[in-house]
């Protein structure tokens, strides 16, 4: 399995910036995707959510509303737009699957770093 993230970059606050995670060595429609971040000196935070199919996400409320995940599953790519960007966006953003429930199996991509200035 092989996940590698792009997109990331540094951005004026109130931009944008679309992240894309490029996924191999898996059946990708078969997997709910997802996006974290981690923020220097906290903990990874799960920021959005898609399943198999495309037809249902969730979303941290922190970026409710500014952030949109997809999925093409002709291209085995996730997406995470991302609007209306705050400093408080500032991160390493991975994206990850969930390939086994129990024992836990899962795999993170390298993370492409967001920085928002102010």
């Known amino acids: 399995v092989q996940l590698v993230e792009s997109g990331g970059g540094t951005v004026q606050a109130g931009g944008s910036l679309r992240l894309s995670c490029a996924a191999s060595?898996?059946?990708?429609?078969?997997?709910?995707m997802k996006w974290y971040r981690q923020a220097p000196g906290k903990e990874r935070e799960l920021v959005a959510t898609?399943?198999?199919?495309?037809?249902?996400?969730n979303y941290a409320d922190s970026v409710k509303g500014r952030f949109t995940i997809s999925r093409d599953n002709a291209k085995n790519t996730v997406y995470l737009q991302m609007n209306s960007l705050k400093p408080e966006d500032t991160a390493v953003y991975y994206c990850?699957?969930?390939?086994?429930?129990?024992?836990?199996?899962?795999?993170w991509g390298q993370g492409t770093q967001v920085t928002v200035s102010s």
């Open positions: 990850n699957v969930v390939v086994r429930l129990s024992p836990r199996l899962q795999y």
């Open positions: 060595g898996f059946t990708f429609s078969s997997y709910a």
């Open positions: 898609i399943n198999g199919g495309g037809g249902s996400t």
